[in-house]
Nanobody, 124 residues
Protein backbone atom coordinates (compact mmCIF):
# COMPACT_ATOMS: atom_id res chain seq x y z
CA UNK A 1 0.00 0.00 0.00
CA UNK A 2 1.27 3.46 -0.93
CA UNK A 3 -0.22 6.74 0.21
CA UNK A 4 0.52 9.84 -1.83
CA UNK A 5 0.15 13.47 -0.76
CA UNK A 6 0.64 16.31 -3.23
CA UNK A 7 1.56 19.89 -2.41
CA UNK A 8 2.71 23.03 -4.15
CA UNK A 9 -0.28 23.98 -6.24
CA UNK A 10 -1.58 27.52 -6.44
CA UNK A 11 -2.36 30.52 -8.60
CA UNK A 12 0.29 31.85 -10.98
CA UNK A 13 0.37 34.20 -13.93
CA UNK A 14 1.05 32.93 -17.42
CA UNK A 15 4.77 32.53 -17.98
CA UNK A 16 5.40 31.80 -14.33
CA UNK A 17 6.60 28.67 -12.57
CA UNK A 18 5.38 26.25 -9.92
CA UNK A 19 6.93 23.20 -8.34
CA UNK A 20 4.66 20.37 -7.28
CA UNK A 21 5.81 17.81 -4.75
CA UNK A 22 4.43 14.41 -3.85
CA UNK A 23 5.34 12.62 -0.64
CA UNK A 24 4.89 8.86 -0.55
CA UNK A 25 4.48 6.65 2.49
CA UNK A 26 5.96 3.20 2.80
CA UNK A 27 9.41 1.69 2.55
CA UNK A 28 9.11 0.42 -1.02
CA UNK A 29 8.91 3.72 -2.89
CA UNK A 30 11.66 2.71 -5.31
CA UNK A 31 9.57 -0.30 -6.39
CA UNK A 32 7.16 2.03 -8.16
CA UNK A 33 7.31 4.03 -11.35
CA UNK A 34 5.74 7.41 -10.67
CA UNK A 35 3.58 9.67 -12.75
CA UNK A 36 1.79 12.99 -12.81
CA UNK A 37 -1.61 13.39 -14.41
CA UNK A 38 -3.98 16.34 -14.59
CA UNK A 39 -7.69 16.90 -15.00
CA UNK A 40 -9.29 20.13 -16.15
CA UNK A 41 -12.99 20.86 -15.54
CA UNK A 42 -15.17 18.88 -17.92
CA UNK A 43 -12.23 16.93 -19.32
CA UNK A 44 -10.79 13.48 -18.80
CA UNK A 45 -7.73 12.95 -16.67
CA UNK A 46 -4.64 13.07 -18.88
CA UNK A 47 -1.02 12.01 -18.68
CA UNK A 48 1.58 14.71 -17.96
CA UNK A 49 4.88 13.01 -17.06
CA UNK A 50 6.32 9.80 -15.66
CA UNK A 51 9.61 8.57 -14.26
CA UNK A 52 11.16 5.14 -13.81
CA UNK A 53 11.88 3.49 -10.48
CA UNK A 54 15.52 4.58 -10.56
CA UNK A 55 14.78 8.01 -12.00
CA UNK A 56 16.94 7.46 -15.07
CA UNK A 57 14.08 7.32 -17.57
CA UNK A 58 11.32 9.88 -18.07
CA UNK A 59 8.53 10.60 -20.52
CA UNK A 60 6.33 13.63 -21.11
CA UNK A 61 3.14 14.60 -22.85
CA UNK A 62 3.86 16.62 -25.98
CA UNK A 63 1.99 19.57 -24.52
CA UNK A 64 4.49 19.96 -21.66
CA UNK A 65 7.77 18.84 -23.23
CA UNK A 66 10.49 21.41 -22.73
CA UNK A 67 8.51 23.19 -20.00
CA UNK A 68 7.96 20.56 -17.28
CA UNK A 69 10.53 18.35 -15.56
CA UNK A 70 9.79 15.32 -13.40
CA UNK A 71 12.29 14.11 -10.82
CA UNK A 72 12.38 11.83 -7.80
CA UNK A 73 14.39 11.37 -4.63
CA UNK A 74 14.18 7.76 -3.50
CA UNK A 75 15.98 8.53 -0.25
CA UNK A 76 13.21 10.98 0.69
CA UNK A 77 10.30 9.12 -0.94
CA UNK A 78 9.36 12.14 -3.01
CA UNK A 79 8.62 12.95 -6.62
CA UNK A 80 8.46 16.47 -8.01
CA UNK A 81 7.14 18.23 -11.07
CA UNK A 82 8.85 21.49 -11.97
CA UNK A 83 6.56 23.51 -14.22
CA UNK A 84 7.97 26.48 -16.13
CA UNK A 85 6.51 28.80 -18.76
CA UNK A 86 3.03 28.00 -17.54
CA UNK A 87 0.06 28.62 -19.80
CA UNK A 88 -3.63 29.10 -18.99
CA UNK A 89 -4.33 25.72 -20.59
CA UNK A 90 -2.18 24.10 -17.88
CA UNK A 91 -4.92 24.95 -15.37
CA UNK A 92 -6.12 21.70 -13.79
CA UNK A 93 -6.03 19.53 -10.72
CA UNK A 94 -2.70 17.68 -10.76
CA UNK A 95 -2.46 14.15 -9.40
CA UNK A 96 0.55 12.15 -8.31
CA UNK A 97 0.36 8.42 -9.02
CA UNK A 98 2.34 5.23 -8.44
CA UNK A 99 2.59 2.22 -10.75
CA UNK A 100 3.89 -1.28 -10.10
CA UNK A 101 5.01 -1.31 -13.72
CA UNK A 102 8.69 -2.08 -14.22
CA UNK A 103 8.94 0.83 -16.68
CA UNK A 104 7.54 4.36 -16.70
CA UNK A 105 4.13 4.23 -18.29
CA UNK A 106 1.80 6.79 -19.87
CA UNK A 107 -1.23 4.52 -19.52
CA UNK A 108 -3.53 5.70 -16.75
CA UNK A 109 -4.87 2.21 -16.05
CA UNK A 110 -1.35 1.04 -15.17
CA UNK A 111 -1.32 3.24 -12.08
CA UNK A 112 -2.32 1.62 -8.81
CA UNK A 113 -2.28 4.47 -6.29
CA UNK A 114 -3.34 8.11 -6.49
CA UNK A 115 -3.02 11.22 -4.40
CA UNK A 116 -5.90 13.56 -3.65
CA UNK A 117 -4.73 16.17 -6.16
CA UNK A 118 -3.56 19.76 -5.98
CA UNK A 119 -5.08 22.68 -7.89
CA UNK A 120 -2.96 24.65 -10.36
CA UNK A 121 -4.50 27.80 -11.82
CA UNK A 122 -2.71 29.85 -14.46
CA UNK A 123 -4.14 33.28 -15.16
CA UNK A 124 -3.72 35.05 -18.49
Amino acid sequence: QVQLVESGGGLVQAGGSLRLSCAASGRTFNNYAMGWFRQAPGKQREFVACISRSGTSTDYADSVKGRFTISRDNAKNTVALQMNSLKPEDTAVYYCSASRSAWPTVVINNYNYWGQGTQVTVSS
